[in-house]
């Protein structure tokens, strides 16, 4: 069972001249995927529904790197660091220099460290951040979109740093990304969450032991 949410004042995220508007957000998201329609998996942030459906199953208390694929706007990267230990790290991934610039702006927390570049090269920038293994990796990437082998290269690569007993958790549009999983991780959860527009699925790819020595 999950840990509940760490409480603690001085560890919260702030944001630099107040918080940004939802109207902000949503306009720099349409805008980014009318320029690059193929690296982002919907016109609409995802909701608060599927946001804390994602990140419910994690144990907090233990996490000390949590990396997350493409964060976008921010809409999973404020509500991860709101339930993260003081102690712990959050990876954020993005291809996209917009987004990069725009979340350096928009969140003031020492736990976030913003990178430009691939989630294939995962292994590299985790360990760039001085660590070996992360506890979880969470992507809202459109693996049915990518460039051909690169999300099998992703996938592989996210089994690859995640530690033994850790999670890849995945939220798309479509069942594609199953068939990358499936070979690659002992257990695969596969849930629907209604309320969001559209209506997202949801994965959770467990590494286990057998795996992790077989990595």
């Known amino acids: 069972m999950a840990s509940p949410p760490f409480k603690d004042k001085k ?4 944001t630099r001249g107040g918080s940004r508007s ?3 957000q949503w306009a720099m998201f349409f805008r980014q995927f009318m320029k690059h329609p193929g690296m982002i998996g919907s016109v609409i942030p995802s909701s ?3 946001v ?3 990140l419910d199953g994690v144990d907090w ?3 000390r ?3 997350e694929y493409g964060p976008g706007v921010g809409t999973f990267t404020q509500a991860i660091l709101d339930r993260m230990h003081p102690d712990a790290i959050l990876l954020a991934i993005d291809l996209n220099l917009d987004f990069v610039a725009y979340l350096e702006d928009a969140i003031d ?3 976030l460290r913003v990178v430009h570049g691939s989630a294939a090269d995962v292994r590299r920038f985790v360990k760039e951040a001085g660590y070996q293994k992360a506890d979880y990796v969470l992507s809202g990437l459109p693996f049915s979109t990518l460039p051909a082998g690169v999300g099998e290269t992703i996938c592989e690569e996210t089994r690859a740093v995640l530690r033994p007993g850790g999670s890849f958790i995945i939220y798309q549009y479509s069942r594609y990304v199953r068939r990358l999983i ?3 991780f002992g257990q695969v959860s596969d849930e629907l969450e209604w309320r969001n527009i559209p209506p997202c699925r949801l994965f959770r790819a467990d590494k286990d032991e057998a795996l992790a020595q077989a990595a």
Do not use: E, G, K, M
């Open 22 to 24: 939802f109207r902000s």
């Open 182 to 184: 499936d070979p690659l």
């Open 48 to 50: 608060s529904q599927l």
């Open 61 to 63: 208390a233990r996490t």
């Open 11 to 14: 560890t919260r995220i702030s």
């Open 52 to 54: 804390a459906r994602s």
């Open 65 to 67: 790197l949590f990396v």
């Open 109 to 111: 927390d020492p736990r």
